[in-house]
């Protein structure tokens, strides 16, 4: 009954074209009333003869005042669900940004949760990487005096033999290498990462070589090479998730969306918003049948994962509240079933 944008604007429309008729039709009524009243008048049918015409123009004066009444609860009702529909928009906003909250502080309880020799790996490899460019900064500014210093510490301090042999050949070779195969080896490793569309690490990387080396074009001509490619694989996603819309393939476009989400300018993502949403209620109802058709299958295991994830992909819908409510009741079941296996 209303437009696709969810506004009654044409029963707006439709209603002003509906109290211009009936104004002009009430006046050219009350005009017929004034000048049959003053026939009637001349004729000399006295006050009695006139109080017919008299109650017919008060009934036309109701009747316009009526047709305002009606225009104005019809405002009003399209106001209200204009008012609606916004208020619809800033919950579904509201309900995406404490998602990403919700997988935010997952992540960061994950990080907490690891062992203390698992963090001091992840920094050390941190640490071994920051050396890692550091001594290829030297070799390219051709000090390899600190370059053998930093290998040194990678094998003596950190243990890591193999990387420092590795460092000691590349060093090697950079000391054979003329300024010239040296920024290709540099313009080379910076499209491998940008090859694995690590923007940030390439920009960087980009904005050291410029620095060291502002002569060259290779290098000047790094920056626009990266947002090239960054471009590039932008449209490439896009083009994924129209296609993956098409075919109805919910999990693939809700994956592409993910990939998409750094990429996006805020028209870009407003203008996607409502196609993101459509895809996320199909996913969400295809989970529903999913979970159904387990409970009915009596498949009590998948019934828990499928609600597991329902709930935590979707932790303020409905079927969330819903799925929670039997989550004791099919884990009870799910145990019964793998004692009964064993």
């Known amino acids: 009954m209303f437009d696709d944008d969810g506004r009654f604007s044409w029963v707006l429309r439709l209603a002003r074209v509906w109290i211009i008729a009936a104004w002009a039709f009430l006046a050219l ?3 017929t009333t004034i000048l049959m009243a003053v026939l009637s008048l001349r004729a000399g049918t006295g006050a009695t003869g006139f109080l017919p015409f008299a109650a017919a123009l008060v009934a036309e ?14 405002q009003m009702a399209v106001s209200g669900q204009e008012s609606l529909a916004q208020s619809n928009g800033r919950l579904a906003r509201l309900e995406s940004v404490l998602e990403d909250l ?17 963090k001091r790996l992840i920094c050390q490899e941190q640490e071994v990487e920051a050396l890692r460019e550091t001594i290829r900064r ?18 003596k301090d950190l243990g890591y033999a193999d990387e420092a042999a590795r460092m000691r050949e590349e060093a090697i070779a950079a000391r054979r290498a003329t300024m010239e195969e040296k920024i290709d080896a540099s313009v ?23 620095q060291l080396m502002p002569q060259s074009d290779k290098i000047a001509s790094l920056p626009q090479r990266i947002e090239t490619a960054k471009a590039h694989h932008k449209r490439e996603l896009l083009q994924a998730y129209g296609e ?3 075919r109805n393939d919910i999990d693939r476009g809700i994956d592409l969306l993910k990939q998409l989400d750094p990429y996006l300018t805020a028209q870009e993502a407003a203008a996607l918003q409502e196609s993101a949403r459509g895809v996320f209620r199909a996913r969400l109802h295809n989970l529903g049948v999913q979970f159904a058709i387990c409970v009915t299958d009596q498949r009590w ?11 935590r992909e979707y932790p303020n819908s409905r079927m969330a509240v819903e799925v929670r409510s039997k989550m004791e009741n099919l884990r009870s079941r799910a145990s019964g079933t793998v004692a009964i296996a064993k």
């Open 29 to 31: 009524a009350a005009a």
């Open 244 to 246: 993956a819309i098409r």
């Open 102 to 118: 919700s997988i935010g502080t997952k992540s960061l309880t994950d990080m907490v949760r690891l062992s203390d020799r698992a």
């Open 301 to 311: 295991a998948e019934a828990v994962a499928t609600g597991e994830q329902i709930v």
């Open 138 to 155: 030297e070799l390219t500014l051709g000090d390899y005096e600190a370059a053998d210093a930093m290998i040194d510490a990678i094998e």
């Open 188 to 210: 080379a490793r910076i499209q491998g990462i940008i090859d694995r569309r690590d923007w940030t690490r390439a920009a960087g990387e980009a904005q050291r070589l410029t």
């Open 61 to 74: 004066a109701a009747l316009a005042v009526w047709v305002l009444v009606v225009y104005g609860i019809l």
